[in-house]
């Protein structure tokens, strides 16, 4: 059964840093783009940017840039955000999300359950 | 870039139909025919039901259709049902391999 099983809850303090990891089952890790999707506490989706775990190339939005790294381990099918210098701001769901069709694949067919993550002093 | 517009609750009656809009740019909705919409229930994740404005994933109902006019695409579900009340997101590419979201609509079905 395909599906992006995602790691738990995790509650961090100002100043942490968090890796939120993304494990695929079913289908090919190599042979589509991963996406990561936040959605902070009654608001909307938010993209952050992806990763081609074929090559290791990403691409974040520039309100990211410098505290988002996006890696991935091709060996056991996972792939990782890391998101450093934590605020209150950034608690919120981390989505991944499997992107299909061509270059960065524009489109999310397939979504990780979501992890929980509670930034609070 | 600025979210997508999209209104943020419409509603309507079983078996009637409603539209959802997604206003956008040239710079992304009116620019490229990437885009999806996907439907949202409380505490689960997004789930894709219409991509490229207009072709729906296999398994959604064609009650759900997709269009694209200029800047705005729009979401209709005709034939509404008890089980489509939920949060809808449109999603367009925004050139530059980068993606950009709407604010949402919460529909009811009343």
């Known amino acids: 059964q395909v599906q992006l099983v995602q790691s738990g809850a995790e509650v961090k303090k100002p100043g942490d840093s968090v890796k939120v990891s993304c494990k695929v089952f079913?289908?090919?890790?190599?042979?589509?783009?991963m996406h990561w999707v936040r959605q902070a506490p009654g608001q909307g989706l938010e993209w952050m940017g992806w990763?081609?775990?074929?090559?290791?190339?990403?691409k974040y939005i520039e309100k990211f840039k410098g505290r988002v790294t996006m890696t991935r381990d091709t060996s056991i099918s996972t792939a990782y955000m890391e998101l450093t210098s934590l605020s209150s701001d950034d608690t919120a769901t981390y989505h991944c999300?499997?992107?299909?069709?061509?270059?960065?694949?524009?489109?999310?067919?397939?979504w990780g359950q979501g992890t929980v993550l509670t930034v609070s002093s | 870039q600025s979210a997508l517009t999209q209104p943020r609750s419409v509603s309507g009656s079983p078996g009637q139909s409603v539209t959802i809009s997604c206003t956008g740019t040239?710079?992304?909705?009116?620019?490229?025919?990437?885009l999806s919409w996907y439907q949202q229930h409380p505490g689960k994740a997004p789930k894709l039901i219409i991509y490229?404005?207009?072709k729906r994933p296999s398994g959604v109902p064609d009650r759900f259709s997709g269009s694209k006019s200029g800047s705005t695409a729009s979401l209709t579900i005709s034939g509404l049902q008890a089980e489509d009340e939920a949060d809808y997101y449109c999603?367009?590419?925004?050139?530059?391999?980068?993606?950009?979201f709407g604010g949402g609509t919460k529909l009811t079905v009343l």
């Open positions: 079913g289908y090919t890790f190599t042979g589509y783009y």
């Open positions: 490229d404005v207009t």
């Open positions: 999603c367009s590419y925004a050139g530059d391999y980068s993606l950009l």
């Open positions: 040239s710079s992304n909705v009116g620019g490229y025919n990437y």
């Open positions: 999300a499997r992107g299909f069709g061509g270059t960065a694949g524009l489109r999310n067919d397939i």
């Open positions: 990763i081609d775990p074929n090559t290791g190339d990403t």
